[in-house]
């Protein structure tokens, strides 16, 4: 269970690391964090409370069991040898957390968020999936402890970079953020986020935050070596590897405007799919 | 409470047509306070009303303000707050089911009436826009000036901040809020007197990180595109003290909104009307 409080304070940083690069002061996210506690909760007309708040909840949760399956160094909290599976699926409980999210509050704009967010998943699950599978065929396994041990001094990143690229756009759009942050987009006052206020609000952006951690914790056993490195031990390795990857998709949301599905998604269906094929087609014939 | 005197403010901005003055004041100092603006009411409790209200404004502001959230606070463009007194209770009407009909593929879907404005952020000022809806494509769209001011605030002398607004407005609308910000720091660095020359050495390379984003152009493609670039290019002139246009008069830019939304998709819609950005603050007609 360490493992998971570790990710937990590492996804504390991210928010922290993320004001640091709008100028803020680091110490910001705890300042609204003190805020939204404070904060009465709003229900809107006619709104489902019960899924509006299973939205909400969904997404830490979902976020918390995913790290149960990710390795720091040699430790992991549940040992489960099909963990690769089991971080899928609870990245796709986040479809429906937001939205539930999105819909429960009864309010047009949040609904539209709660739609882009499907849209989203339709372009960037297929690529994704075949992405984190190219990196199990090389391994022969779906353990990420396995994978992670399986790239004795060549990294799958370097020989196979497309699935690696791949993965960290999937990463940046399964946790709507940066570039893929249309579902909680401006342009809607905030999209499935809008109506959600207080200690609702906080839970739903901590949850964003945790999905973020994860997806860039889970790159490092997949793509970058696991806890492999010299001098360091395996955790430290692994939890450095970690941040370097969540400080790159941290800073794409200062770097990048948003993108629409409504454009991307003849990309993700006619440049991301086959290349993911192609490259799990080359993976393929040099590991058989 | 502890926690409370812990937590850092985060302003809803509504402005009024004749706020321009205020709403400046008040993102200048949130800006140095380090505070950041609210997208909707419901994540704040504060909001910041800027200028004077018309009738109809002030009703739409008064009703966005009874449903926020407590604490509330109420402020004027300086951020001193005024506390907010009880809620009266909110009295709920039937919320109707919304109706059905054909959409542009021949598919029945629920079709919505959702108005745009005029209280949302990022927003012409006294403007609404009410949108006929099916999923998020704009299926008609009527348009009302809701509130008007004759004042000039963005005169000939203040040209490069003006349209330095507009850019950091459309930025923000596209989901780029680092680049909106930093148009904002550069128009109010142009209000503040910073010279010409100094200030185009600090525009050049924003402009050239904006015209050049492959992303940006990809997702404006066509008239939104191209009011960018050519707002890039007035500011650029400004600053080298050559002569620009003035902004358009505002009742032409909305009647051709109707038509320039329908068909859209919501977020296009967003940067359709951003891309023109009105002030309803000037004269009708000039």
Redesign the interface.
């Known amino acids: 269970m360490v493992e998971v409080l570790v990710l937990g304070a590492v996804a504390v940083a991210a928010a922290s690391l993320n004001a640091a690069f709008a100028g803020h002061r680091p110490a910001e996210p705890f300042h609204e964090a003190a805020r939204l506690l404070t904060m009465q909760r709003r229900v809107t007309a006619s709104a489902d409370r019960l899924l509006t708040g299973v939205g909400v909840i969904s997404l830490p949760v979902a976020a918390a069991l995913a790290a149960l399956v990710v390795p720091v160094g040699g430790h992991v909290a549940v040992d489960a040898p099909v963990g690769l599976v089991w971080f899928n699926a609870m990245e796709v409980v986040a479809w429906a957390s937001v939205w539930l999210a999105g819909w429960g509050v009864n309010s047009a704009f949040a609904l539209v968020g709660g739609y882009r967010f499907i849209a989203q998943g339709l372009a960037y699950e297929l690529p994704h999936m075949f992405a984190l599978i190219t990196a199990a065929l090389a391994a022969h396994s779906l353990d990420l402890r396995v994978i992670g041990e399986a790239q004795d001094g060549l990294w799958f990143a370097v020989w196979m970079p497309v699935a690696f690229a791949v993965y960290l756009i999937s990463a940046l759009a399964m946790a709507f953020w940066g570039p893929f942050g249309h579902p909680l987009g401006g342009d809607l006052a905030g999209g499935a986020a809008l109506e959600l206020s207080g200690p609702d609000r906080l839970v739903f952006l901590a949850g964003r935050y945790g999905l973020l951690t994860v997806s860039a914790a889970v790159a490092v056993p997949l793509f970058l070596g696991g806890g492999s490195g010299p001098l360091l031990p395996g955790w430290a390795w692994s939890l450095v590897k970690t941040a370097a990857v969540l400080a790159l998709l941290v800073w794409t949301r200062h770097r990048l405007p948003v993108l629409r599905m409504d454009r991307f998604m003849t990309v993700a269906w006619t440049v991301l799919i086959p290349a993911t094929l192609l490259q799990m087609l080359v993976v393929g014939l040099v590991v058989v | ?1 502890g ?2 005197r ?5 302003p809803f901005v509504v402005s009024a047509a004749d706020g321009t003055r205020d709403r400046l004041a008040a993102e200048a100092g949130m800006r140095a306070r ?1 505070w ?1 603006p609210a ?2 009411p ?4 504060m909001m910041v009303v800027c200028g004077k209200p018309g009738a109809e404004l002030a009703d739409a502001i008064e009703n966005v303000w009874r ?5 509330r606070v109420r402020a004027s463009a300086d951020l001193e707050g005024v506390a907010g007194g009880s809620r009266p209770a ?1 009295v ?1 009407g039937d ?1 109707g089911m919304a109706d059905r009909g054909d959409d542009r593929d021949g598919l029945r879907l629920d079709v ?1 009436h ?1 108005p745009l404005g005029p209280v ?3 927003w012409p000022a006294g403007l609404r826009v009410d949108l006929t ?1 099916q ?2 494509v704009v299926q008609a769209a009527e348009v009302t000036a809701v509130d008007t001011a004759d004042g000039a605030f963005w005169d000939e002398g203040r040209r490069a901040a003006s349209r330095l607004d507009s850019v950091s407005r459309l ?9 909106g ?1 930093r148009a904002a720091v550069l128009r109010d660095e142009a209000l503040g007197g910073v010279p010409d020359d100094v200030l185009a050495s600090r525009f050049a390379p924003f402009a050239r990180r904006v015209g050049r ?1 492959r ?2 152009r ?2 404006t493609r066509g008239d939104v595109e191209h009011r960018l670039d050519g707002w890039l290019r007035e500011i650029g002139a400004a600053l080298d003290g050559k002569a620009t246009r003035p902004r358009e008069p505002w009742d032409e830019s909305l009647a051709m909104l109707p038509s320039l939304l329908e068909g859209a ?4 819609a ?2 359709i009307v951003a891309s023109l950005d009105p002030d309803l603050g000037t004269a009708a007609g000039g």
């Open positions: 409470m926690l409370r812990f937590a850092t403010p985060r380090g950041r997208l909707s419901a994540e704040t409790g449903d926020m959230p407590e604490p909110l709920l919320v919505l959702v949302l952020a990022n809806l999923g998020d930025l923000r609308v596209a989901g780029w809020d680092a680049a910000e984003s992303i940006l990809w997702m998709e919501l977020a296009e967003r940067l």
